[in-house]
Each structure stands twice: as C-alpha cells, then as structure tokens.
C-alpha cells in the first residue's frame, strides 16, 4: 500500500475527480511514494530482457511520470535519454530526480519526434489509453524510432479469474466507468483494456515486429523495421 509520505484518501479522491492531466499534477509530489510508481523489479526485468538486443545509443521514455523508467534506460543507451509526459507536475518531479536527462512535455498521442532513438520504453501507462487512440501512441513511438529501433512495453500478466486480484481490478474498472459517465472531465484509468493478444496486433499493424519475453510481467519487445 501507500508508504509514509503518500498521498491522503481526501487527496486522492480529489485527484480522482480532476481530470487525467490534473490529477497527476496534483499527484505528483507524493507519486513515488505511492503503489503507481513502477516497480524496481519491472525495471530490472525490462533492463534484462532488453541487454542483449543493444547496443543503444540514444533512449525515450513515453508517458515516464517522474522518471523511474530513467532507471532503465540509463545502463542500456549510451547517448542521451530523454523522458516525455503531458503532466508539468510530473516532468517537475521528473528532473529533480534525473537532471542528467532531457525532458519534454508532450501528449504521446502526437509525439514531436521523428527518428530520433534506438530504444523507447514505457511503464504502466497503456490504460490511459482507450483501444482507439492506441494506433496514434504507438504509430508516434514507431516515428520517433530510428530504423531498427526496438519499443519495450512491460503489461503484467492478467490473474486468474479465481484470483482475488481479478476481481478488484474488475471492480476497478467498473467503478472508473460509472465515474465517467457521471463525471466530468472524464479520468482514463483502465486495468482490462490491454489484453496482450490486442496490443500486439495494434504494434504490428504500426509496423513493428513483434515478440514476447516469458514471465511474469510480459513483456512485448517491438522492433521497427
């Protein structure tokens, strides 16, 4: 759960009824102390799977929040890295961390970048998407690749049904689409519109090739032609 210095339920619940943009402005002095940010253990997996596909010389971080995907590419390119975010809260957080970096802030449904990078990553961010806008994030990322530049994309493998973990996702969900009909501005937030099967066939019709890395966090490596 939340550690020391998280953020309130009253601050969370106002940021549940902002909008996406907002709620993570408000987010984000207290975001790395929160179970949002990306795990050590997805980075290192991410860093492993992507180690003997190198080298990489230049790195892009899609929607990196404050910068823990920084983590990652830092030991795997040996150029400049960059992170890029639609939230001036979360880019704040983001160079105060790693101000080795460059950052941009942009809506990575319109990345400014055209063959700039040899590898691009992006962590927890895909259910701020609806399966409609995934074509234009993935066809920027697939721009802002050099040719073969390879999109690393960790999607945690669905529990079981019998899970409990299952059910409050789906319970997650069901409360994020009751909230948006009633509500506005509406808060993209969704577990069970990333099935792994969907969003590689979204990659391949962007042009990547696509393969899977087994494990637990499924990882889908995108390679651009």
Same mark, same amino acid.
């Given at each position: 759960? %939340? ?7 009253? =601050? ?7 909008? *996406?943009?907002? #709620? ?7 975001? /790395? ?10 980075? /290192? ?6 180690? =003997? ?5 230049? &790195?892009?971080?899609?929607?990196? #929040?404050? &910068? ?18 639609? +939230? ?7 160079? =105060?961390?790693?101000?080795?970096? +460059?950052? *941009?802030?942009? /809506? ?7 063959? !700039?990078?040899?590898?691009? *990553?992006? %962590? !927890?961010? @895909? ?9 234009? @994030?993935?066809? &920027? ?6 040719? &073969? #530049? ?37 808060? *993209? ?18 042009? %990547? ?17």
């Amino acid at each position: 759960m %939340f550690s020391p210095g998280g953020p309130s339920v009253s =601050e969370l619940t106002v940021q549940a009824l902002s909008s *996406v943009e907002r #709620g993570y402005d408000l987010l984000a002095p207290k975001f /790395d102390h929160t179970p949002f940010r990306t795990p050590e253990t997805v980075l /290192d997996a991410t860093v492993a799977a992507l180690a =003997e596909l190198g080298p990489f010389e230049d &790195g892009l971080d899609v929607c990196c #929040g404050t &910068g823990a995907g920084l983590l990652a590419l830092r030991p795997l390119c040996a150029g400049r890295v960059t992170g890029v975010d639609f +939230s001036t809260g979360m880019l704040e957080k983001a160079r =105060e961390a790693h101000p080795y970096a +460059s950052w *941009v802030r942009a /809506d990575a449904r319109a990345l400014p970048f055209a063959g !700039g990078f040899d590898l691009a *990553v992006s %962590f !927890g961010a @895909l259910g701020h998407f609806l399966p409609a806008e995934r074509p234009a @994030l993935f066809a &920027g990322v697939h721009r802002a690749l050099r040719p &073969g #530049g390879v999109f690393a994309l960790p999607i945690g493998t669905p529990p079981p049904v019998t899970s409990l973990a299952h059910w409050v996702l789906l319970g997650f969900d069901v409360a994020m689409r009751v909230r948006n009909l009633v509500w506005r501005p509406p808060f *993209v937030m969704y577990y069970r519109t990333t099935p792994l099967t969907a969003v590689r066939d979204d990659l391949e019709a962007a042009g %990547f090739t696509v393969t899977g890395v087994p494990g637990r966090f499924g990882i889908l490596l995108a390679r651009r032609a």
